[in-house]
């Protein structure tokens, strides 16, 4: 049996330049704190929850426990914050907005609490909008985000001194692994200046590609929709003769949109996603999978991440160079490239055979929702979560769940941490057995 290790806690950084005072919690009228209610310092949650216990010791790391803290530091009456939204549209933005102006408004008595328009640029080009809970009472209803959003405009020092100028002490970015970079650098620049400012992120990413939480908000929503356009497809396959229903879903990096809405479907035949390599031509490639699957049910459903393939895709010298404005390479459209290719082959092994590709693209669809049930509940616990945080004295942190309870975890962390399917796990073999595709990376 291994021996007991250490638990090694993530050190979390605080603005040392504050008084603490008791939480305005204890006379909130609408709680009644009592033993347990609010979050010690020894309070953590462990990194890893399962652990081999026959083999040798391993490392423990443990995470602040996020939550309401006995004491506080910040003067509520003096407490001025800035919430900004950055990258792109997400289930659940306006949600998190809300839940920010509110909870800081019912639970801390902050009322100078100001909305950033248009992402980082906002800070410096724009008049920020003063925010209350009658403003954004019916925020979480709408999709999209009503702040206004932006890729890029990332100039720090432009940034940092809007930030001093205007006297904001709190400032809430919510965004992808891109803004949580910027966040990093922003905090880092706030703490060089000596600005006693708390900077906290709040990881948007309907890919759930954030790494260490468990999931990032929006996410749950995006796969309810996927599923809608995996349904259309396959009625459109089925009502075809030898029909393919293609459907792409978001996913650069990251394949856990498709994944989840194929294990939540069942009509999908192959699902093609970026951490797995595959080939179309030859024995145990796609082409000869969909020709087996047509044979046999006389439809096929295929369903890709948007980052799959993108290797395959010719592309001439300018697009090898093209970037978004937040320094990504700019994809080509798989999706259309499968189509092209799928009726290509068919043509040439099939020429007088009827075909059909039926394709889908559900990407602004999806992106452009309101959050469901889940995801709303989930984003008012993130923003109360951050609020806890920061007026705790917390600074360069991000608040999310760890195995299902809520931590503080270090924002340079977060920003450099991945979560890729593991197409090694129960999960991926899981996948295939439901759709029976081909193991494409055992040629590899």
Known sequence: MA????????????????????????????????????????????SQVTYDLSAQSQPRFAYHRAGPRQEIMYEPSAV???IVTCGGLCP?????????????WELYDVKEIYGIPAGYRGFYSMEAV??????????????????????????LNKIV???????????????GDGTMRGA?????????????VGITGIPKTVDNDVGIIDRSFGFQTAVEMAQQAISAAHVEAESAVNGIGLVKLMGRSTGH?????????RDVDCCLIPEMDFYLEGKGGLFEFLEKRLKERGHAVLVVAEGAGQDMIPRNDSQKQERDESGNLVFLDVGAWFKSVLKEWWEREHPDELFTVKYIDPTYMIRAVPANATDNLYCTLL?????????????????????????????????????????????????????????FESKF
Not at 6 to 22: D, E, V
Not at 134 to 149: F, P, R, S
Not at 184 to 196: A, D, G, M, P
């Open 3 to 46: 021996t007991e290790t250490a638990t090694s806690i993530k050190k979390l950084p605080s603005l040392s330049g504050l008084n603490h005072r008791r939480n305005p919690l204890d006379e909130n009228p609408f709680f009644h704190p009592s033993d347990g209610f609010y979050i010690n310092p020894s309070d953590v949650i462990l």
């Open 80 to 82: 001025k914050a800035a």
């Open 92 to 104: 659940g933005m306006n949600t998190v907005i809300r839940e920010l102006v509110v909870g800081l």
């Open 130 to 155: 003063k925010l209350n809970p009658k403003i954004v009472h019916d925020w979480h209803k709408k999709g999209g985000t009503v702040l206004a959003t932006s890729r890029g405009g990332f100039h």
């Open 161 to 175: 001194d809007a930030i001093q100028l205007n006297g904001y002490n709190q400032v809430y970015i919510i965004g």
């Open 184 to 196: 990093v650098e922003i905090f880092k620049e706030v703490s060089r200046r000596k600005l006693e």
């Open 257 to 265: 949109i498709a994944l989840h809405a194929t294990l939540s479907s």
């Open 383 to 439: 923003a109360h979560s951050a609020i806890h945080g920061v007026m705790a004295g917390y600074t360069g942190f991000v608040s999310g769940p760890i195995n299902g309870n809520y931590a503080y975890i270090p924002l340079e962390e977060v920003a450099q941490a991945k979560n890729e399917v593991n197409t090694n796990d129960h999960k991926w073999a899981w996948v295939r057995s439901v759709t029976t595709q081909p193991d």
